[in-house]
């Protein structure tokens, strides 16, 4: 696993570099977590992937959005793919390093064929001369794979012999919380077999960097320039590009969205390719421009001291499950339902769990990041936090607050479970970029009010 410094750089320290020879693809993993406690090197499979070819493709598509940033494209370092073992399938995470795109491959049963050592989440290395082997990598005979060497192997060796030090953007962080939280509102809005998801995909706009819809159409999709109902939002369609090289192996396309009605804006949007026994799923933000850092969708959990308390009885009960019931979570914790799913969004916020459109459920995952640290890199809930410590939120009735900021009086009202305020930033986002510093102040003060009652 990565480990990061107060200036927001990862080191990845590795006993040998990750390589394929003669059919073994070794990854080589840095320190994780796992099932059985911390490890150095932990060693989670080691068998058979079913279909090399697609496999590799895969993984090289994973590694292209890693090192790809999508709004003003410059050089890059290379950021390591994230590994989970949950037992039953392998899980592989990257995001751009824009921060508006998200990818992660699953490795499923049906494409495994070996043993698990153990589950956990790790870093693997993914370097120059193995994403070259990938390449040439075709057909359809099994390839070996070890995710991680065994124990004899690496104290063999004579200490780590890779180390790589990238810088770890601060919004590249925030974006693992924020699109567990964006996605877990989605449902499926249309599924392509492939030969038609293949013309789809083919047909789009090179270059494109607009806003754009999807709607079902017969057996394909149609791009509009407006949202309808049952619309998908398709932000930049040149952010699929690492699609194009996989759709040779592809059984179908599904497309997942929130429900939109004409007028609303641009929305986030997940595309899932289903491989044989495989599927590779890319998230897009809103909008080109728009990293998933700064959509707010986690700040609601992160002001809640109760959902932070919840989340440390809840972060015990799980052990790298592929699939998190809220329901049985929830008999097991002794909690309501509702404060179950809010201490999943707060485990979110320090990369704990993830989320499955395609199963439609959480997984359990652990990163490196202190969710302290990922609360303290958003300035919104830093600056709402100083307006409630300094008395600068003042309720004139249940519903209706004033907070006063930089001399000015913001009114914040709370109806039908929903808030507004007068401020500039809710009336250019209307709420869809999270709240805004007033509501979030507004709030912290009256779930304090809240709690002092109950007690």
């Given at each position: 696993?990565?480990?990061?410094t107060?200036?927001?750089?990862a ?16 990854l ?12 150095p090197h ?16 895969s ?7 890693a ?14 793919p ?27 049963e ?34 070996h ?26 919004r ?7 699109v ?84 609303d ?25 728009r ?13 809640a ?14 052990s ?83 907070v006063?900021s ?29 709240p ?20």
């Amino acid at each position: 696993m990565a480990t990061t410094t107060a200036a927001g750089a990862a080191s990845y320290t590795y006993a040998r570099a990750s390589g394929l020879d003669d059919g073994l693809l070794g990854l080589s993993t840095s320190g994780g977590t796992t099932s059985s406690g911390a490890r150095p090197h932990p060693r989670f499979f080691s068998g058979l992937l079913i279909q090399a070819a697609p496999a590799a493709a895969s993984l090289l598509a994973l590694a292209e959005v890693a090192r790809t940033r999508y709004f003003q494209p410059r050089p890059t370092a290379f950021r390591d793919p994230v590994v989970t073992c949950n037992g039953d399938r392998l899980r592989m995470e990257s995001f751009s390093a824009c921060g508006g795109v998200y990818a992660r491959l699953d490795v499923l049963e049906a494409a495994m064929d070996g043993e698990v050592h153990d589950r956990g989440t790790t870093n693997v290395d993914v370097n120059d001369p193995l994403r070259e082997a990938l390449a040439r990598v075709g057909g359809s005979d099994p390839l070996h794979l070890a995710v991680g060497a065994d124990e004899v192997a690496v104290t063999t060796l004579d200490g780590a012999v890779v180390e790589k030090k990238v810088p770890l953007p601060d919004r590249w962080l925030r974006g693992f919380a924020e699109v567990q939280v964006i996605t877990a509102g989605f449902d499926p809005r249309a599924e392509l077999r492939a030969p038609d998801a293949v013309r789809f995909l083919r047909s789009l706009p090179k270059r494109a960097r607009d806003v754009l819809w999807v709607v079902p159409a017969g057996r394909t999709l149609r791009l509009t320039s407006r949202p309808v109902p049952g619309a998908v939002c398709l932000a930049g369609p040149d952010r699929l590009q690492t699609l194009l090289p996989l759709l040779r192996f592809a059984v179908a396309l599904r497309v997942y969205g929130p429900s939109v009605t004409a007028g609303d804006g641009p929305t986030a949007s997940v595309w899932e390719l289903e491989l044989p026994g495989m599927r590779y799923v890319l998230t897009l933000s809103p909008e080109i421009s728009r990293g998933f850092s700064g959509e707010g969708a986690v700040l609601d959990a992160l002001a809640a001291d109760e959902a932070a308390a919840d989340a440390d009885l809840l972060g015990a009960l799980l052990s790298f499950e592929a699939r998190v019931d809220p329901d049985l979570l929830s008999e097991r914790a002794g909690l309501p339902l509702d404060r179950t799913k809010a201490a999943l969004t707060q485990l979110g916020t320090s990369g704990r769990v993830g989320f499955d459109a395609a199963e439609a459920a959480f997984f359990h995952r652990e990163l490196p990041y202190d969710p302290e640290r990922v609360a303290s890199l958003n300035p919104r809930l830093r600056s709402a936090r100083a307006l409630a410590a300094e008395g600068a939120v003042r309720f004139t009735g249940d519903d209706t607050a004033v907070v006063l900021s930089n001399g000015s009086e913001r009114r914040v009202r709370f109806k039908d479970g929903k808030a507004t305020c007068t401020c500039p930033w809710w009336f250019d986002h209307r709420g869809e970029r999270g709240p805004c510093k007033h509501v979030l102040a507004a709030t912290i003060v009256r779930r304090e009010t809240l709690a002092e009652v109950v007690r």
